[in-house]
């Protein structure tokens, strides 16, 4: 038997040894063995036999023997913005309003202990969906909430709405023109109604002070407790500004980030081109730095909007005369990301709509071009929504990864319906194709807020949404498919899978545990699970039954 370090002379025993019902290794070979030793945080051993470690186990070791028990790597969200769900924590939670007047009373009860002139910020997780008006609120409706302080209420990640208040910090007015790669929302007569997209909601979002360092770390701490008690053991973190870096390296020299964490630093696509090639030369770090527990992934790029914003070949289902748009001209970018290559830097993007797939995919060609040795993996498309099989061919010709993330289609399918139409929303996220064709591709959520990652298992195995039913049923993938789509295959994805990412020797004891297993449990009983142990690098980060306490061992 090997140890981690390659030493086969001596024999060392197990910290905690795991003899359990199932444990699905989700490697290659989609091995599945019954029992697992951890040592100083690294899977040692494994067996097919529930009591085939036994001879590991010293007077030091805790051993779980627990037969009903189903293990999993603990899962991998390849894309969530965790710090901005952190942030979440500590705003107005619109996720808790079901009417427009549930909303605004909310933001009027936190104006109620709010300095006046204070900035009132409120999640972002939140849908217009689960109000019964089924529509973003106006600039007036914020009004109701306060005119004594500015109002930003982000919905998602592109779009922002804003009272009176804060279009008069932004300088907004009845003839103020939309900023590049955004639009400023009007009502009929002309007024702004305080809907912001793209990058108009960036600008107003630069305004806001961010919040303290120390609140930060601990909002940070906080959501990743959140995040390890749904099982998830590792988030890649899609977008952070240089600011979001300082908040992850000083939760990690204080020891609080309990699960792994592999941020994206943003070029900003609304500076001039200059200003970005500068940003990425003089970032110093790059892509691989930093170790197990926070290490930088690479940079950012946003190339469309969400669903509204989306780059479309053809025009929206309702609105005849939009196409999107895209937030970077083509020949600019080619040229930042060749910069960022020549670095040694991964960079991922972000595409929704089938033009800006296209449009990604000849700018990374024309990068590729200009560096010819970069290694497959190196460059990642984020959603890729509207990808036919023309564009999934060259992805995947070019070495280029891809992230899904079936929980935006669960959220936002009806909006996805009503604005693309019928065929479009059904084309969103071809997974199974995706699978079937060979592209380097894994599962995350995006959602930026905890979201139970078995009902992402469920959709992406029924296709099923919130609000409009199934969608695409031709894209679904089977349990086992899905599962691994959200654990080994990020560290695929992410060049790891030789440290940790599956359940075998010489890789970090990162696992979850259930009492049903997950892999052939009926579909619709997934969306009852939860887990009965998380384990991050051999420690219980969520342990509710006391499983790794001493008096539950052996
Ligand atoms: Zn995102």
């Known amino acids: 038997m090997k140890d981690p370090t390659g030493n086969t002379s001596a024999l060392r025993l197990a910290d905690l040894i795991v003899k359990a019902g199932r444990v ?7 091995d599945v063995h019954a029992a697992l030793a951890v040592r100083d945080g690294w899977i040692v051993a494994v067996s097919d036999d529930r009591d085939g470690l036994d001879a590991l186990a010293s007077d030091g070791t805790h051993v779980v023997d627990d037969p009903e028990l189903t293990l999993l790597p603990a899962f991998f969200d390849i894309h969530e913005h965790l710090l901005d769900s952190a942030r979440n924590l ?15 009373a909310l933001i009027r009860e936190r104006a109620g202990h709010t300095p006046k002139g204070v900035w009132i910020q409120t999640s972002n997780g939140w849908n217009e969906s689960n109000l019964a008006e089924g529509r973003l609120p ?3 409706e914020l009004d109701r909430a306060s005119t004594d302080h500015p109002i930003l209420a982000p919905r998602g990640g592109h779009v922002s709405i804003t009272n009176t208040r804060g279009l008069e910090l932004m300088g ?13 929302g009007h009502l009929p007569d002309g007024t702004p109604n305080g809907v912001l997209e793209g990058g108009a909601a960036q600008t107003i979002k630069g305004l806001v002070p961010p919040p303290p360092l120390a ?43 309990p699960i ?4 994206l630093l943003l070029v900003d696509p609304f500076r001039p081109q200059a200003d970005r090639l500068a940003f990425v030369e003089g970032l110093g770090a790059r892509s691989g730095f930093g170790d197990d527990w926070l290490r930088l992934w690479g940079l950012k790029f946003v190339l469309d909007g969400g669903v509204a914003g989306a780059g479309m070949e053809e025009p929206f289902a309702n609105n005849p005369s939009w196409t999107g748009h895209l937030n970077w001209d083509p020949d600019e970018m080619t040229e930042v990301v060749s910069h960022a290559l020549a670095r040694n830097w991964k960079v991922a993007t972000h595409a929704v709509g089938d033009r800006t797939v296209r449009t990604v995919l000849d700018v990374y060609e024309g990068a590729l071009e200009r560096n010819p040795d970069t290694p497959p993996g190196t460059l990642v498309v984020e959603h890729a929504f509207l990808a036919d099989r023309t ?24 909006e996805i319906l009503e604005s693309w139409g019928p065929e479009r929303a059904a084309a969103v996220m071809p997974v199974r194709s995706w ?35 199934v969608q695409g049923a031709d894209h679904a993938v089977d349990q086992y498919t899905a599962i691994e789509l959200y654990t080994s295959a990020g560290t695929r994805l992410t060049g790891e899978a030789d440290r940790r990412g599956t359940l075998e020797p010489n890789r970090l004891a990162d696992f979850v545990a259930y009492r049903v297993d997950p892999v052939t449990a009926p579909v619709d009983e997934l969306l009852s699970l939860t887990p009965a142990l998380t384990c991050v690098g051999g420690h219980g980060v969520h342990d509710p039954h006391k499983l790794l306490e001493p008096a539950n061992g052996a």
Request: hydrophobic residues 40%.
């Open 138 to 140: 106006t600039a007036a």
């Open 260 to 263: 792994r964490c592999l941020p």
């Open 90 to 104: 500590a705003r107005v939670r619109l996720e808790d309003a079901h009417s427009m007047d549930e909303l605004i």
């Open 215 to 257: 609140e930060s770390v601990d909002n940070l701490a906080d959501a990743c407790a959140i995040y390890a008690a749904s099982g998830v053991g590792s988030v890649r973190e899609a977008l952070i500004l240089p600011e979001g870096w300082e908040v992850y390296q000083s939760a990690w020299e204080q020891g609080r980030l």
């Open 172 to 184: 907004v007015t009845s003839s103020t023109p939309d900023p590049p790669g955004g639009t400023i």
């Open 24 to 30: 699905y290794a989700m490697n290659r070979a989609a």
């Open 435 to 469: 699978v079937e064709e060979g592209a380097t591709v894994a599962a995350g959520t995006d959602t930026v807020r905890p979201f139970d990652p078995m009902l992402n298992v469920w959709g992406m195995v029924t296709r099923g949404t919130k609000d409009v039913g």
């Open 391 to 414: 564009q999934r061919a060259r992805a995947i010709a070019l070495g280029i990864s891809i992230t899904v993330q079936h929980p935006l289609l669960y959220v936002n399918g009806k």
